[in-house]
């Protein structure tokens, strides 16, 4: 059979990565690297979970200090994961 349009398997593959319940799982599956850049080296590296369930950001903290830090900034933490990832996939942040 022949086509009248053929189509690359890149432009079949950037098709598919666009949609929009693609985009958001691949945004969704890069929060933890989001995560530390937002943060920081240091604050990062006091982080021992990073975990996204249901638009909720559950953050495991080893130190008080950094858990109140990112306790106190949570709303702004959101808004700037929010705003790199380029959706709306973090509602709230529960700090542990």
């Known amino acids: ?8 398997i890149g432009e079949i593959l950037t098709e598919f990565f ?7 799982k691949i945004a969704e599956g890069r929060v ?3 995560w530390a850049e937002v943060v920081g080296p240091q604050m990062a590296a006091a982080t ?9 950001l559950y953050i495991g903290m080893t130190s008080g200090v950094a858990r109140q830090e990112v306790f ?19 509602r709230s ?3 542990r």
Do not use: C, F, Q, W
């Open 18 to 24: 666009e949609r929009p319940y693609v985009a958001r």
């Open 72 to 90: 106190y900034r949570r709303d702004s933490l959101a808004a700037e994961i929010n705003r790199r990832a380029g959706h709306d996939i973090v």
């Open 48 to 56: 021992r979970e990073v975990r996204l369930e249901r638009g909720i």
């Open 93 to 95: 942040i529960v700090v």
């Open 32 to 34: 933890p690297d989001i």
């Open 1 to 8: 059979m022949k086509r009248t349009a053929p189509r690359s």
